[in-house]
């Protein structure tokens, strides 16, 4: 079993920051990506930012210059710098893992950011 757990989520004022962090846990052997995504209500999920073990990062265009993925390899621990947050960026974000040998991929529940004045 792995668990993945989101945390950082909640209410932001336009042009303000946050940062998420998701924590993976149980039958880790290797994590090859990394990533985050985002549903917004009534919307699919999109691929929000990726960044593979060697430290490769790819962003969505909509969060170019804006957001910066990192992660933490010996705690297995991704993380998500929002700045100059947009209404726009209101979504559920899901943590996403993929694991380099068996390519087994997992989804954390979700943690809710609300950019609102």
């Known amino acids: 079993q792995v668990q993945l757990v989101e945390s950082g989520g909640g209410l932001v004022q336009p042009g303000g920051s946050l940062r998420l962090s998701c924590a993976a846990s149980?039958?880790?052997?290797?994590?090859?990506?990394m990533g985050w995504y985002r549903q917004a209500p009534g919307k699919q999920r999109e691929r929000v930012a990726t960044?593979?073990?060697?430290?490769?990062?790819d962003y969505a265009d909509s969060v170019k210059g804006r957001f910066t993925i990192s992660r933490d390899n010996a705690e297995n621990t991704v993380y998500l710098q929002m700045n100059s947050l947009k209404p726009e960026d209101t979504a559920v974000y899901h943590c996403?893992?993929?694991?380099?040998?068996?390519?087994?991929?997992?989804w954390g529940k979700g943690t809710l950011v609300t950019v609102s004045s």
């Open positions: 149980g039958s880790i052997f290797e994590i090859n990506t």
């Open positions: 996403h893992i993929k694991q380099r040998f068996s390519g087994a991929e997992y």
């Open positions: 960044v593979t073990r060697a430290g490769s990062t």
